[in-house]
């Protein structure tokens, strides 16, 4: 077999070589976020759909819920347990936040009957919006 002035060999399948490595390799911490930042970009984007002959923008998440939503109902048993999977997350999530608030109430009411000469109206205030984000189905 012959060589080339590179030492590589001519007669091979590969008359090329190796490529050669770049030079310039970016971050992985860098391009992790550049790709976290494209990806809420695309998510956040609106994209047109047609609904009951009437044109409209949605955003690409919920275009991708509202699929996923209408193949669960069509009978697709994995986009029902994907939805029954997200569901569950966000109920979860949401008792987990209603319970936080509540709790946060409750300690503030305490404050507010054992300390009330340290209360403020700015304070009590606070108080009342929290009561609101409640609903009315909480009582004290």
């Given at each position: 077999m012959?060589?080339?002035?590179?030492?590589?060999f001519?007669?091979?399948?590969?008359?090329?070589?190796?490529?050669?490595?770049?030079?310039?390799?970016?971050p992985?911490?860098?391009?992790?976020?550049?790709?976290?930042?494209?990806f809420?970009e695309?998510?956040n984007a609106?994209?047109?759909?047609?609904?009951?002959?009437?044109?409209?923008?949605?955003?690409?998440?919920?275009?991708?819920?509202?699929?996923?939503?209408?193949?669960?109902?069509?009978?697709?048993?994995r986009?029902?347990?994907?939805?029954?999977?997200?569901?569950?997350?966000?109920?979860?999530?949401?008792?987990?936040?209603?319970?936080?608030?509540?709790?946060?109430?409750?300690?503030?009411?305490k404050?507010?009957?054992?300390?009330?000469?340290?209360v403020t109206?700015?304070?009590?205030?606070?108080?009342?919006?929290l009561?609101?984000?409640?609903?009315?189905?909480?009582q004290?």
């Amino acid at each position: 077999m012959s060589r080339d002035k590179n030492g590589r060999f001519t007669d091979c399948g590969n008359p090329k070589g190796r490529p050669r490595a770049l030079k310039y390799i970016p971050p992985t911490e860098i391009a992790h976020h550049i790709q976290r930042d494209d990806f809420f970009e695309v998510d956040n984007a609106t994209i047109p759909i047609s609904e009951n002959g009437k044109r409209k923008l949605i955003s690409v998440r919920k275009a991708i819920y509202q699929k996923l939503a209408y193949n669960a109902a069509s009978g697709d048993t994995r986009a029902a347990v994907e939805w029954n999977k997200m569901r569950t997350r966000f109920v979860c999530e949401y008792v987990d936040e209603q319970s936080a608030i509540f709790a946060q109430l409750m300690k503030s009411e305490k404050i507010a009957r054992d300390f009330p000469e340290d209360v403020t109206d700015k304070f009590l205030e606070c108080l009342r919006n929290l009561r609101l984000m409640l609903g009315p189905g909480y009582q004290f």
